[in-house]
């Protein structure tokens, strides 16, 4: 059984495009399946609204998660839980979902195991955020569980539900390697001013592997390009997905010491007047590696110095450290 993948939007159609190319081809293998949902088919009103003003004052709209809830409560299979009045705060939400597991870039990449339902720990108040009286209307009740009464079962075990957000961590390609272990990711796009940020942490209390991310230091109108790009870097990785397997071993940012990757050229070698480096056309494969790795090594340094300030020196040969 493939990778489920749900996608919820407010323009779902946005991913029509799935259907084209390798993910077209990769959902005929029953390598993946992606569900669009409208958020809109969970609301009550009328006018199918999803946003709301924000409390506090302020330009724009924010998504209500009150309707966010409902789409999710179903796509996880989860009962609506009504929260104690206790602390909803990013570091109390990380303590409880653990998710300072996630790897770092000074961490080693998670395996297949790291990717998990954590039902175990339950998150525990700190100072600093204002309780709600318990009674107060769902909107507004900082969401995190009372006891262990509040406990119920969890989405299915593998499951992450992952919320694009620009002022999120960076996500990178350890990420999408980790991720790709998932059996089942559900996406939640943001629109307007993003989504009420009562969301992450009130499914991290439910027991749900909750992930947040940016995919780069700019703002989008909404997270469909977002996840988009999530996407794609994710599911390159699952067996059976690319044609050649071996294209994924040897790119940028793959590996132990993650490089960028060395420039590429195609025949003719000499095109325009403009020839290949010679050594790639010697025929003699020590040389071209060692051409190859040097090239990556330099770029590395001059384009992404912060990656080769990363490298495990004791993982580089004695020729790399001459580079
Ligand atoms: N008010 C938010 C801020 O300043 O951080 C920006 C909200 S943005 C206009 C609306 C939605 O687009 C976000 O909720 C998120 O889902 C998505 N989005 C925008 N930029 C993104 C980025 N760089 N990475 C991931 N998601 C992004």
New binding site residues.
């Given amino acids: 059984v493939g990778m489920k993948i749900d996608i919820v939007s407010v323009f779902p159609e946005y991913f029509d495009v799935l259907n084209l190319s390798l993910f077209g081809k990769a959902q005929e293998k029953g390598i993946v399946s992606v569900a669009a949902h409208n958020l809109r088919d969970w609301t009550h009103d009328v006018h199918h609204s999803v946003d709301d003003t924000p409390v506090g004052g302020g330009a724009?709209m924010v998504?209500k998660p009150a309707v966010w809830a409902e789409c999710l409560d179903e796509l996880l299979g989860l009962e609506p839980v009504e929260m104690g009045a206790c602390d909803a705060s990013e570091d109390a939400a990380a303590d409880s979902a653990g998710v300072d597991d996630q790897p770092t870039d000074e961490q080693p990449a998670a395996d297949a195991s790291e990717v998990r339902i954590d039902r175990s720990e339950q998150p525990t108040a700190v100072d600093g955020i204002h309780a709600q009286p318990s009674d107060a209307t769902d909107d507004d009740t900082q969401a995190m569980p009372q006891s262990e009464a509040d406990a119920q079962p969890a989405a299915a075990p593998g499951t992450v539900l992952i919320?694009?957000?620009?002022?999120?961590p960076l996500?990178t390609q350890r990420d999408a390697t980790e991720l790709s272990h998932a059996g089942r990711l559900v996406f939640?796009?943001?629109?307007?001013?993003?989504?009420d940020a009562r969301i992450p942490p009130y499914y991290r209390a439910q027991g749900v592997d909750v992930r947040e991310?940016?995919?780069?230091?700019?703002?989008?109108?909404?997270?469909e390009?977002?996840v988009s790009v999530m996407l794609e870097a994710i599911t390159r990785l699952l067996p059976g997905f690319m044609g050649n397997a071996d294209s994924i071993v040897e790119e940028s940012y793959t590996g132990e010491n993650a490089l960028l990757e060395h420039r590429q050229y195609t025949k003719p070698a000499v095109w325009r007047g403009v020839g290949v480096p010679d050594v790639l056309l010697s025929g003699d494969h020590g040389k071209v590696d060692r051409f190859r790795r040097d090239e990556a090594l330099e770029r590395t340094d001059r384009i992404r110095p912060d990656l080769i300030a990363k490298l495990d020196c004791r993982r580089l040969d004695k020729a790399d450290r001459k580079t």
């Fill in positions: 724009g998504m919320f694009p957000n620009p002022s999120a996500f939640g796009c943001g629109r307007y001013e993003g989504y991310y940016s995919i780069g230091d700019y703002v989008l109108n909404g997270g390009v977002a």
